[in-house]
């Protein structure tokens, strides 16, 4: 067999790639179906009828909507010290070797690789010891730490592929440092660290194991949604509010991808 | 060096003098890479330093103090009862299922993700590629409980799952299935295999991607000379795919692995009322108050991770993340 440069791939292969990704999406179709359901007890399927009421219902919950700005604004707070934490650490790894470099790099990294869970006890462990009371800012420390290794990642990666060059042409046309990282290196990762701020977002919205652990009695949306999801209260609200997180995490990460995806593109990218 | 740059000589001056305090703080940062390299550091390595590394020392503290069991106080003295508590028979029932979930979890991941990766880093191309890792990605970064959430209705006993085995008249299987020991239970909902699917499903993006990336690398070429060489797909696979394959599995192996262990939520809300590691920390630390005991049980994944990170590296996992 001669290769043609587009082999076509073997049909068994084809079909279990297409039933692994259909499992992977339509789970997630079916909130969207039942966020429309007439039936309010139970999750019978299929539904019995679809009704656009729930949206009211959930609209007019005040729960909900302070469980939200909660999460919104612990996502925000947590994101911007992640973008300042995160660029910061692959500005000094990517532009430099220094003795330690590989040690920085698994600091950063560690929050995520460890099971949320060790993260959640420890940063519980630590406010008992050194005897803090929760409160939003408990929330975000903990969220900020997890969301660096995210912006951190995006930010080493556009780095790596900016030419250093081009920062000492900067200098050696006069710009000053503070110029140079104005003019130069800031347009060059601009899009990097908008997307790393994005996922970093979406991360702290949707985060729920390390929250339980440093909110207390505070509600964040993910905490809601555990709470309807162990104690089930009102579940056509549940599916509305669920679909809703879909669609807003869903917008981030879809930005976050286009910014990215042109990457090696870019002019001057090359060495 | 203690000149600023106004006051420093003009060598070649071919350039103005920078001016103020701007300038002369750019012309020290350039003179002395060393101090802006320190500045950029230290604050992101204070913060995972004080806050993070700080935290596991607490925690790692902490599993040596043991609970009062007449007040409920924590008793700060060193000990090591609260490790001995961790040894009786029904914790180490828990450790042993976690584990062992985590294994399954992470077998039947590798077997589904493999497909996937196969065909996006081999025949994919264009607008397919594209596709394809947005189909990836979009359930990676989808909300967690919204996931879990959907299959709490695929799996409940009213549920689509059932209503699809009934027109295939096929309940009888899930029937048989259910009835089955330590599987089992009153629907799927509430039985391990519920658990088990979850967990692979909300896991699955983690083990496809360093598959895929480990796969990029294989050249095309080299499966072609493989089958022009007269090997079958099966022996293509098994004897060059497979091996070259080997790092991404272990680097998605990590993840599926090292999450399984420490999660709560997936067994608490889909699965029988056995613990995990995750859900005997949670209310330890929670209801019971017992925080030395929850710490000590969370030196369990960590000790476990390590080994396995170990292995991992002399595999040459890490080159594939």
């Known amino acids: 067999m001669r290769s043609d440069g587009s082999p076509s791939a073997p049909l068994g292969l084809k079909i279990a790639a297409a039933c692994g990704l259909l499992f992977l999406h339509l789970p997630i179709f079916l909130i969207f179906i039942y966020a429309f359901t007439t039936e309010e007890r139970s999750f019978v399927w299929p539904p019995p009828g679809l009704t656009t009421q729930w949206f009211a219902v959930t609209w007019n919950r005040p729960d909900v909507w302070q469980s939200l700005s909660l999460s919104v604004r612990v996502a925000a707070i947590s994101t911007l010290v992640a973008l300042v934490l995160g660029t910061l650490c692959a500005a000094a790894v990517s532009r430099t070797r220094f003795f330690g470099r590989e040690t920085i790099s698994l600091l950063v990294i560690l929050p995520i690789a460890l099971p949320g869970i060790i993260t959640g006890i420890a940063l519980r462990s630590a406010f008992s010891l050194a005897e803090i009371p929760f409160s939003f800012w408990t929330i975000v420390l903990g969220h900020a730490t997890f969301c660096v290794v995210v912006v951190y990642n995006n930010a080493v990666a556009r780095f790596r592929r900016t030419s250093g060059s081009m920062i000492e042409a900067s200098m050696d046309l006069g710009a000053d440092g503070f110029q140079t990282f104005r003019h130069v290196v800031l347009p060059n990762i601009a899009t990097a660290l908008l997307a790393g701020g994005m996922l970093a977002f979406a991360l702290s919205f949707d985060e729920v194991i390390v929250t339980t652990f440093t909110a207390g009695q505070q509600q964040t949306l993910p905490i809601w949604m555990l709470e309807e999801l162990i104690r089930p209260r009102q579940r056509p609200v549940t599916n509305v509010v669920a679909m809703v997180v879909v669609l807003v995490t869903l917008l981030p990460i879809l930005v976050a991808y286009y910014l990215t995806r042109d990457g090696d593109q870019i002019a001057g990218s090359g060495k | ?321």
């Open chain 2, 1 to 321: 060096m203690t000149l600023t740059a106004a006051q420093a000589k003009p060598a070649p001056a071919l350039l103005p003098r920078a001016r103020g305090l701007r300038g002369a703080l750019s012309d020290l940062f350039w003179r002395r890479p060393k101090l802006l390299l320190l500045l950029m550091l230290l604050p992101p390595v204070l913060w995972l330093g004080i806050v993070y590394i700080g935290s596991l020392f607490a925690l790692l503290l902490q599993s040596f103090f043991s609970i009062d069991e007449f007040s409920g106080l924590v008793n700060r003295e060193f000990t090591l009862k609260t490790y001995g508590d961790l040894l009786q028979a029904a914790n180490l029932d828990i450790i042993l299922r976690t584990v062992t979930m985590a294994a399954l979890v992470t077998f039947a991941s590798a077997i589904v993700a493999f497909p996937i990766a196969y065909y996006a880093a081999r025949y994919a191309r264009g607008r397919w590629k594209a596709l394809f890792y947005l189909g990836i990605m979009l359930p990676l970064w989808s909300s967690y409980l919204v996931k879990i959430y959907a299959w709490k209705l695929i799996l409940a006993k009213e549920g689509i799952l059932t209503w699809l085995l009934a027109k295939l008249h096929l309940l009888w299987l899930l029937d048989a299935w259910l009835s089955l020991p330590i599987v089992g239970g009153n629907s799927l909902s509430v039985s391990s295999t519920g658990t088990f699917i979850v967990f692979v499903y909300v896991w699955l993006p983690f083990m496809i991607l360093p598959v895929q990336a480990a796969l990029e690398r294989v050249p095309g070429n080299l499966v072609e000379a493989s089958s022009d060489l007269g090997a079958s797909p099966g022996q293509t696979f098994r004897n060059v795919l497979f091996p070259l394959a080997l790092p991404g599995i272990v680097a998605g192996s990590i993840f599926t692995f090292s999450l399984t262990l420490g999660d709560y939520i997936i067994p608490q809300i889909i699965g029988t009322s056995r613990l995990f590691i995750g859900q005997a920390v949670y209310s330890q630390q929670g209801t019971a108050g017992n925080i030395p005991l929850a710490a000590a049980f969370t030196v369990v994944p960590i000790v476990i991770m390590g080994f396995y990170l170990w292995g991992a590296k002399r595999m040459g996992a890490f080159d594939a993340l």
